[in-house]
């Protein structure tokens, strides 16, 4: 009896052992991650700074460490967006609309795109502007339900969601730190220097 259990214990064990070292095989389907986790992956990727807020206090609470952090407290924020300014306006920030006398732009975006940690902007952020000529820091406002998998599935939202006028000027803000001149991928594309603060509203 001792026998069997010797040879039939020893092989179990050496199968919990085989099962504990095996790696994954290769054609078992990759574990996909969460969507919202894929995204701030991405984001911080490409070298966006993420500041998770599970409400409007937390969110106002970070704009003004942000604006401390990089002493921008007493310069002029680019706020193109009427109800984003009413939001903020207990914020005490000095808004402009003209570009050249802004320190820093304060936004919303269309959607969060989870494969490339992307932010899909249109005219209704950003006008008829292009990023070139939008100041180089950006602080961003925006919500977990804006995270989409791709930007094929952020056009579809957009479109769903503006049935009268699609909006134009759409594009996307992918790199958050200067460009590698080795990186072509990245080249012709404007760099910025990007806080995110997204609000958990899920």
């Known amino acids: 009896m001792s026998l069997f259990r010797k040879i039939f214990g020893l092989k179990s064990k050496v199968k919990d052992e085989e099962l504990k070292t095996t790696e994954r095989s290769k054609y078992m389907p990759e574990i996909k991650l969460p969507i919202d986790e894929r995204f701030t992956i991405n984001f911080k990727a490409n070298g966006g700074k993420f500041l998770y807020c599970e409400n409007l206090d937390e969110i106002f609470q970070n704009l003004q460490n942000i604006l401390i952090e990089n002493g ?11 109800q984003l300014e009413s939001k903020f306006k207990d914020s005490q920030l000095n808004a402009t609309r003209k570009i050249n006398d802004a320190k820093f732009f304060l936004t919303t975006c269309e959607n969060l795109i989870a494969n490339d940690g992307s932010l899909l902007i249109s005219s209704k952020q950003i006008y008829e502007k292009k990023l070139t000529e939008l100041p180089f820091n950006f602080v961003v406002f925006a919500t977990t339900s804006q995270i989409v998998e791709s930007i094929g599935e952020g056009l ?35 760099a910025k220097n990007l806080y995110l603060l997204l609000l958990e509203d899920l």
Request: aromatic share 8%; glycine share 2%; proline share 2%.
């Open 72 to 82: 921008w407290e007493e310069k002029k924020v680019l706020l193109l967006d009427e």
């Open 156 to 190: 579809r939202v957009i479109k769903s969601k503006s049935r009268k006028k699609i909006p134009t000027n759409i594009t996307t803000i992918k790199h958050f730190k200067s460009a590698d001149e080795k990186d072509f991928l990245s080249y012709g594309s404007s």
